[in-house]
Structures are given as structure tokens and as C-alpha cells.
């Protein structure tokens, strides 16, 4: 029976490490696009800027140096899960890439308050012609989405990550050499979790509700532990 429970976890670890990774790529292409597509052509063109309020492109400008840091963080943990993907195997180990994390994460606090912020001012700014046009400018380099479905992607992705170490924890035995790392990065993302929800219980907890009811590619009610 052991052995029977041994192999299943075996084989989820393997199934959340792959989710991770799709999901990481997933969320880097789209940290680029909402880097080129939308607030680099706002604040970077002075003919975009013009079209703004002062508070506004403010915000732009913020979220954009905000977004840098965080999409720069993330192609380099990409980097590092995709070299442990290529040669996984039981014994591999991936908590101590998201140790460093609780540093790099505490620019999310800073990126969410400046997301609502830009939230609120397009909101009242709704019917502003010149702004709503170019926005939509912009839309067909990023898959016809708009701003505002990319703005809210990274306050999504701390509950990604919650779910997906939660995951992995409980897919690895006490004995397994990457326990005691993923617990540690389990209470680690909480910590910025709690202190996102603390700061901004509107936005962080409207991300989690979307965040919570997408279907992951990998169906963890196949592996029962």
C-alpha cells in the first residue's frame, strides 16, 4: 500500500512540476505583452502621454517601472524551472527556487496599489474618446485583449502559486530532500499573500476568486492521496 501511495505521489509532483512551468510561460509572454503591447507604447510616446491626465499617466508610469522588476524576476525563474523540467526525475527538487522569492514579491504590494489606482482612473474616464481610442489602438498587438485583462495578471498569480506549492507539498514525502524547501516556500508566498489581501483586500481577493475558479490543466482529483 506505501509503495502504491509512493507512486502516485511520484506522479503528481511530476504532473504540478509540468503545470508550473506551463503556467510560468503562460504568465511571462503575457508580462510581455502588457510590457510592449500597452504601457510602453503609453508612457514612452509623448503623443500617448498628451492624450492622459497627469495622475493617470503618473500611474502608467509607475505601473510600468513596477512591471519591469516583476517580468524581469520571472523570466529568470522560467530560466531555472525549465533546466529542472529537462531532467526531472523523483529525486528533483524545485522549493528552493521560490525562497528567494518572498523579496521579489514584496514589489507585487507596490504594483497592486498602483493597479487600482490605474483601474479607478480609466473607470471615470470611461467615456474619454481620445483615450478609449487609443487603447483599442493597442489592443491588436495583444490578442485583441485590453489593458485591463493584462493589469490584472499579476495580482492573480500569488494565489497560482499558492495552489501549485500547496500542491507540491502535499505530493512530497517528509523523507523526499525537497520538503522542508517547499514548505518553507508555502509559508513564504502566504506571507505576501496575507500582506497583498491586508493592503488590498478589494483587488486581491476579486483576483483570487478568478484565479481559484480556473481550471487547472492538470485534474488533481485524478491523484488522491
Known amino acids: ?36 503591447s500597452f504601457l510602453r507604447p503609453i508612457v514612452e510616446n509623448q503623443a500617448n502621454v498628451k492624450l492622459l491626465e497627469p495622475q493617470l499617466a503618473n500611474e502608467f508610469s509607475l505601473s510600468l517601472s513596477g512591471v519591469e522588476i516583476i517580468f524581469k524576476f520571472h523570466q529568470e525563474l522560467l530560466g531555472q524551472i525549465e533546466e529542472k523540467l529537462k531532467t526531472w526525475n523523483p529525486s528533483s527538487q524545485l522549493g528552493a527556487l521560490f525562497l528567494p522569492m518572498a523579496f521579489y514579491l514584496k514589489s ?28 483599442e489602438s493597442l489592443k491588436p ?3 485583441g485583449k485590453g489593458i485591463k485583462d493584462y493589469l490584472i495578471m499579476p495580482v492573480q498569480r500569488i494565489p497560482r502559486y499558492q495552489m501549485l506549492l500547496h500542491e507540491l507539498v ?45 481550471t487547472l490543466h492538470f485534474r488533481i482529483d485524478n491523484f488522491k492521496l
Not at 509540468?18 to 511571462?28: A, C, D, I, R, S
Not at 504590494?109 to 481610442?133: E, I
Not at 491586508?198 to 475558479?213: F, G, M, P, T, Y
Open 1 to 36: 500500500m506505501e509503495l502504491k501511495r509512493r507512486v502516485k505521489k511520484v506522479s503528481k509532483r511530476k504532473n504540478v512540476a509540468n503545470e508550473l512551468l506551463h503556467t510560468e510561460k503562460e504568465y511571462v509572454s503575457n508580462l510581455r505583452i502588457l510590457l510592449e
Open 108 to 135: 507585487y504590494a507596490t504594483y497592486v496599489n498602483h493597479y487600482q489606482n490605474v483601474v479607478q482612473l480609466l473607470a471615470k474616464r470611461k467615456t474619454d474618446k481620445n483615450l478609449q481610442n487609443l487603447l
Open 141 to 143: 498587438q495583444a490578442a
Open 170 to 214: 502535499k505530493a512530497t514525502w517528509e523523507s523526499h530532500g525537497d520538503y522542508q524547501n517547499l514548505v518553507q516556500a508555502q509559508e513564504k508566498v502566504q506571507e505576501v499573500a496575507v500582506d497583498l489581501e491586508n493592503q488590498s483586500a478589494d483587488a486581491c481577493s476579486i483576483a483570487r476568486v478568478v484565479e481559484l475558479s480556473t
